[in-house]
């Protein structure tokens, strides 16, 4: 046998079998062996701690500043249509580059991106915790984004090249899902304590002690090979696919005060569907191009594709309107407010890893995902009904609950589906798009949203403040109202992901004994 890709060390071809691929690379055991690779590195489990802490760190900040957004917002005098920025200006900016910081791991390997991604993850986190105006916290949080699309993917080729026993890979997968999976728990938790104890700056400063304990541990403890000095960069395509989500959150985001007939809200978003669909023409003329069409022509990877980007616009846009709900309407603090979301969280790890997962070698993919979407939009549903006093335990809970059940009804079989049976060398590029579509469709949910909530709530108080003694409660009645009318419109978004899912994932279930490999998520929550 004549191995293409032989290791370093001469051992002899009679020895050695193939054991795993990972990133073109085959690792190999020696006849009889069942541990280890011989070439494993003894100081590996400690490299997974860095890298899981710096995953943690990039998970937490996707809801760690849910928390904080209302005092941000009273203390940076932030109006209601432009908060939504905090979340969409992180998201954003990931979500649209992460295909390229899978890239430039490539490029220049995957220890030095995973260093840089930290470094400038700590500087624009703390750039954030300083913040004196809106602009400067806006541009802080999309600075984080970029630095977060170079970090995720490298992180996650590093456990990937670092573990290649298969057994050793799934205990280390499972770690690292596991923080996806509570990271979102802990950032709400954690933003509560900062935000009421200390002040709302240090649920962004909190990322720097955590960078530099990780980039201390990536010096001493992790390894890469050189960067592949072949890989290519698709800047055009890069301008192109980022351009146009920024132009489409942003029309949607100028839909509030400038109305929806508006002519710069209808160019900005014409122009960014232009602006992708001459992506999608690029990437099929394009040398290197940032995402392979032929990754999307599968039916059941682009029907998981859009089914996770639908349930996330409803699912971001929640987070915003029940942190602002709980916080400012029924006025919890931001402790009691982290620890009520707690239940949704909890109900996704569940839905996920006790339902999901124990069904899928039985199942086809949407015999999960479609009654998943149907539970969450059940959930939403009851929110629908919320009042100025509404009742946590018997009117919200239930809905959190139905809600978290259904994501991880879906979670799990989407990203499993997803990146089933692809090619090696797509096996990165197909987990990133799972990822992309999940950090767009935050980015254009919580614009989106946000908008319609604003909107429908001024016009509901424009029309019932007719005496000025009752401006207080009519307000607040008004808010509630464009909350329940935006949440509407999550339901049927939550619909359309499970008639998706239903009409597009014809997948049949996973033979016993070969699960589909599943991507981990970059949040799940």
Same mark, same amino acid.
């Given at each position: 046998m004549t191995s @293409?890709?032989?290791?370093?060390?001469?051992?002899?071809e009679d020895a050695i079998r193939p054991d795993s691929w990972s990133s073109g690379r085959m690792s190999v055991t020696r006849t009889g062996e069942t541990g280890p690779p011989v070439d494993a590195d003894p100081r590996r489990w400690w490299g997974l701690v860095i890298i899981a802490l710096a995953q943690l760190m990039v998970v937490l900040d996707a809801t760690i500043v849910n928390i904080a957004l209302p005092s941000a917002q009273t203390d940076l005098h932030m109006s209601d249509g432009n908060r939504q920025w905090v979340i969409t200006a992180y998201t954003l900016a990931f979500g649209g580059l992460?295909?390229?910081?899978?890239?430039?791991?490539?490029l220049v390997g995957r220890k030095r991106t995973f260093i840089f991604g930290l470094i400038g993850f700590a500087a624009a986190s703390a750039l954030g915790g300083a913040a004196t105006g809106s602009g400067m916290l806006f541009g802080a949080r999309a600075l984080q984004g970029v630095f977060a699309a170079v970090l995720a993917p490298s992180a996650l080729s590093l456990l990937t090249t670092t573990f290649t026993d298969p057994k050793e890979r799934g205990k280390a997968f499972g770690i690292y899902g596991a923080l996806a999976g509570s990271g979102s728990a802990i950032g709400f938790i954690v933003g509560g304590l900062l935000t009421e104890y200390l002040d709302w700056r240090w649920c962004l400063y909190v990322n720097v002690p955590i960078a530099v304990v990780a980039? =201390?541990?990536? /010096?001493?403890?992790?390894?890469? %090979?050189?960067?592949?000095?072949?890989? %290519?960069?698709?800047?055009?395509?890069?301008?192109?696919?980022?351009?146009?989500?920024?132009?489409?959150?942003?029309g949607f985001s100028e839909a509030e005060p400038r109305g929806w007939s508006d002519p710069l809200v209808l160019g900005l978003i014409l122009g960014g569907v232009a602006l992708l669909v001459t992506f999608v023409w690029w990437?099929? %003329?394009?040398?290197?191009?940032?995402?392979?069409?032929?990754?999307? @022509?599968?039916?059941?990877r682009a029907g998981c594709f859009l089914t996770m980007g639908l349930a996330v616009?409803?699912? =971001?846009?929640? /987070?915003? /309107?029940m942190?602002?709900?709980?916080?400012?309407?029924?006025?919890y603090s931001p402790v009691k407010t982290g620890l009520a979301f707690l239940p949704l969280t909890v109900a996704i790890i569940i839905g996920s890893t006790q339902i999901s997962a124990r069904l899928l070698t039985h199942v086809a993919p949407r015999v999960l995902m479609v009654?998943?979407?149907?539970?969450?939009?059940?959930?939403?549903?009851?929110?629908t009904q919320m009042t100025v006093n509404s009742d946590y335990t018997t009117e919200i809970l239930p809905a959190l609950l139905l809600m978290g059940l259904g994501m991880g009804l879906t979670f799990m079989p989407v990203f499993s589906t997803a990146t089933a049976g692809v090619a090696p060398q797509d096996a990165g590029v197909t987990s990133a798009t799972v990822n992309t579509s999940q950090q767009v469709g935050g980015s254009i949910g919580t614009a989106l949203l946000n908008t319609i909530a604003t909107t429908s709530g001024a016009t509901y108080i424009a029309a019932h403040l007719h005496n000025p003694a009752q401006r207080a409660l009519v307000t607040r009645e008004g808010v509630v109202h464009g909350y329940t009318v935006a949440i509407w419109c999550a339901v049927g978004i939550m619909l359309l992901a499970g008639l998706v899912a239903g009409l597009m994932v014809t997948a049949k279930a996973p033979k016993h004994g070969a699960p589909a490999e599943a991507a981990v998520p970059e949040s799940v929550a």
């Open positions: @293409k890709s032989a290791p370093d060390d001469a051992i002899p992460l295909l390229l910081g899978g890239r430039i791991a490539d980039v =201390f541990g990536a /010096f001493a403890l992790l390894h890469d %090979r050189p960067g592949h000095s072949g890989a %290519r960069l698709d800047v055009p395509g890069v301008l192109l696919g980022c351009g146009g989500l920024v132009a489409i959150v942003y990437q099929t %003329r394009s040398p290197s191009p940032l995402l392979p069409l032929h990754i999307v @022509k599968d039916r059941n616009i409803g699912m =971001f846009g929640l /987070f915003l /309107f942190t602002y709900y709980l916080q400012v309407i029924l006025g009654p998943g979407m149907v539970l969450a939009a059940g959930g939403m549903l009851i929110l």
